[in-house]
């Protein structure tokens, strides 16, 4: 099962629950932290990093917080993810036993199978915007906000 980084898991919850909030001003941390049961010190860094990708912006002072820059039918996953791995090469392996040096040097059975699935799950991810998933909630009946 491809799961992502916990960290990229906060980030995305932090950004849906900023969605949910879209045109009502800046959402303050430690609410996204309480709906989301994000630790606040990890989301503090996590939204901090965010604000470089140009998906969400803060406001400071006493009615300050967070907002997503882009409404969010425009925002996809996708846009999240890329951003967090940004720091990756496209050539590194998803799954390789090594993280600082693959032992088969590109030469793996498993390679091209590895990228089709990268490849699969980004097209999921791009296909998703934040919006498909405040929709998915409403529709579910899961969400106690509105």
Known sequence: ????????????????????HMDQGPVKISEIATAQSIPLRFLEVILN???????????????????LVKPPNQV????????????????????????TSCPFDGQCAFSSMWIRVKQATFNIYDETSFQDLIDREQDAGWSSQQ
């Open 1 to 20: 099962m491809l799961v992502p980084p916990k960290k990229n898991q906060y980030a995305l919850r932090a950004i849906f629950e900023l969605a949910k």
């Open 49 to 67: 990093q965010l604000k470089a990708s140009g998906i969400v912006d803060s406001k400071r002072g006493f009615y300050g917080g967070y907002f």
């Open 76 to 99: 996809s996953v996708g846009d999240v993810m890329r951003f967090l791995s940004r720091d990756l090469s496209p050539s590194d392996c998803i799954a390789c036993v090594s993280k």
